[in-house]
């Protein structure tokens, strides 16, 4: 008995080590920027706008020409970043409203919880946009339960959903930051008082008009998205995140720097209300758009800054992406469209946020980890879904069954390295549960319109009326102009019945 018992610490011992071997275990940051297009920055084609701390990036690291997010708008694709699952395979995952409660319920398998359990600290700083608390919504005024600390994050800094939306206030770990207690904070969707100001009552005392919606409750001359009072000692300034974000960062990376680490650093750039620092207003001649982008450069640069002061640099794998293509109009008069110019924000391709067209969410991606990733382009097909299952496998940390199930392990190709594959398809989608679908399978692209439109074709919100079924070939026609359905009958109808087993199957991953 005590010879066997022996022999299975033994065993167990050396099956630890050679995890811990085969596990790399690199700090992680991900920094994943807001409806970011193709185009957008300098290393992948923009003129209008210099980014020299992506590019940086890009020079040092690999920078993907198939990089993509899983859906076109903001809430499904960090639904899937984080859990590695498709969103719609889940209710309730399209934009989240200002009172959402928690989308991610405690305990589901994160890339977080499984960084966690390999023994990182873990934290996401910045916008947040997955709901917080329990089923009848978030208790501002007392606990945030559940959030992101009952899936796997150590510590959150937060801006609860997005900007356009109320309220502006910060969430620490469970708590509306700087709350004061006699002024409490009420969130809703109806007026509070029949003298309540709003975008529409108030209109000529704004400091940025609205385009359509966003015109209920006031806050710093900018109206939003759904009606709060009180609070008024936690509310910030829209100029002011993109430093708050780079400064809570820091702070926890210096904190932390002694153990594996994984940040979530969540930018707000470049999401409307587009209100960069002053600083960084007129950088571009694009407007607050553009300016925007460079602020969002500019936080990259500080984070890369800190990794190399605090001698980091070395053993921290850097990723890059976007949660969504590019909009120019989305809801405020911002002159994203008539100061654009020749710039394209979604480069050669279609459409953009809200569109399942290629601008949807083939956006920019780059990984960098100085001394392990050889410089270069890399045309491997990739997806922030694809996180969970590959920095896991980083990690040295297993995927429990039944999690992560559309999640691949790509973390060769993440890498670089010599011979690994990257995805061989990826199911792309615009918003919510019931929405239009694209499959790419290698240079075949299927777009499935079940709404029978396809929605921001133009960079504007137009709806399109389109037919249910295309087939673009990219390698000849990435701009999606040529519908070939009718000359490849039996390749749309392989993609057409793979997407459909796909979505009937619950799970991807084999
Ligand atoms: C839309 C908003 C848009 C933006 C988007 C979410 C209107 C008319 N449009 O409903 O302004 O907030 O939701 O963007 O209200 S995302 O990047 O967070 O998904
Ligand atoms: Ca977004």
Redesign the pocket.
């Known amino acids: 008995m005590r010879r066997s018992l022996v022999w299975l610490v033994g065993c167990l011992c050396l099956a630890a080590s050679l995890v811990s071997q085969a596990a790399e275990k690199p700090n992680i940051v991900v920094i994943m920027a807001?409806?970011l297009g193709y185009g957008d920055v300098s290393c992948y084609g923009a003129t209008a706008v210099k980014t020299p701390h992506i590019d940086q990036l890009a020079k040092e690291g690999l920078r993907f020409t198939s990089g993509y997010c899983s859906a076109s708008?903001?809430?499904?694709?960090r639904y899937s970043f984080l859990t590695g699952n498709y969103a719609f395979r889940k209710q309730g995952t399209g934009?989240?409203p200002p009172n959402a409660p928690a989308i991610i319920q405690p305990e589901t398998t994160t890339v977080a919880a499984l960084l966690k359990q390999a023994g990182y600290r873990t934290a996401v700083i910045g916008?947040w946009?997955l709901g917080l608390g329990g089923p009848d919504g978030p208790d501002w005024n007392g606990d945030l339960k559940p959030g992101p600390r009952e899936i796997g994050f150590d510590f959150c800094h937060l801006l609860p959903?997005?900007n356009?939306?109320v309220p502006q206030v910060y969430v620490q770990n469970h708590r509306v930051l700087n709350l004061d207690p006699q002024d409490p904070l009420w969130v809703g969707r109806k007026k509070p008082s029949p003298d309540h100001p709003t975008g529409i009552t108030h209109r000529k005392t704004l400091k940025m008009d609205w385009s359509?919606?966003?015109n209920a409750t006031i806050h710093n001359g900018i109206s939003r998205?759904g009606f709060y009072t009180g609070g008024k000692a936690a509310r910030f300034r829209d100029e002011d995140l993109a430093d708050e974000w780079v400064k809570q960062s820091v702070q926890w990376i210096e904190q932390n720097k002694d153990e594996p680490f994984f940040l979530f650093f969540s930018s707000h750039d470049l999401?409307?209300p587009r209100i960069p620092h002053e600083r960084f207003q007129g950088a571009t001649s694009l407007g607050f758009r553009g300016d925007s982008i460079v602020q969002l450069d500019w936080c990259v640069g500080e984070l890369l800054k800190t990794l190399d002061r605090l001698n980091l640099t070395d053993n921290t794998l850097v990723i890059f992406c976007s949660?969504?293509g590019p909009?120019l109009d989305?809801?405020?008069k911002d002159k994203a469209i008539t100061l654009n110019g020749d710039h394209r924000p979604a480069g050669h391709f279609k459409g953009g946020?809200?569109s399942v067209y290629e601008g949807g969410t083939r956006t920019p991606f780059i990984t960098r980890w100085k001394g392990r990733i050889e410089p270069g382009v890399s045309e491997k097909l990739v997806c922030t879904i694809d996180m969970a299952a590959s920095l896991a496998a980083l990690a040295g940390a297993d995927l429990p069954p039944g999690s992560c199930v559309d999640s691949f392990d790509v973390s060769g190709a993440l890498l670089g390295t010599a011979g690994a594959a990257g995805r061989d398809h990826l199911v792309q989608q615009d918003?919510g549960r019931r929405g239009n679908y694209g499959l790419r399978v290698g240079d075949w692209k299927l777009a499935r319109h079940d709404a029978k439109q396809a929605r921001n074709v133009e960079l504007r919100?137009v709806n399109t009326p389109t037919s249910r079924l295309q087939l673009f070939n990219l390698k000849d026609d990435p701009g999606e102009q040529r519908n070939v359905i009718k000359d490849h009958p039996d390749i749309a109808k392989r993609l057409t019945d793979q997407l459909a087993a796909i979505i009937k199957a619950g799970r991807s991953r084999p």
């Open positions: 807001d409806d708008t903001c809430t499904p694709t934009i989240a916008k946009h959903t997005t356009d939306r359509h919606g966003h998205i999401h409307v949660d969504n909009v989305d809801g405020y946020k809200y918003n919100l």
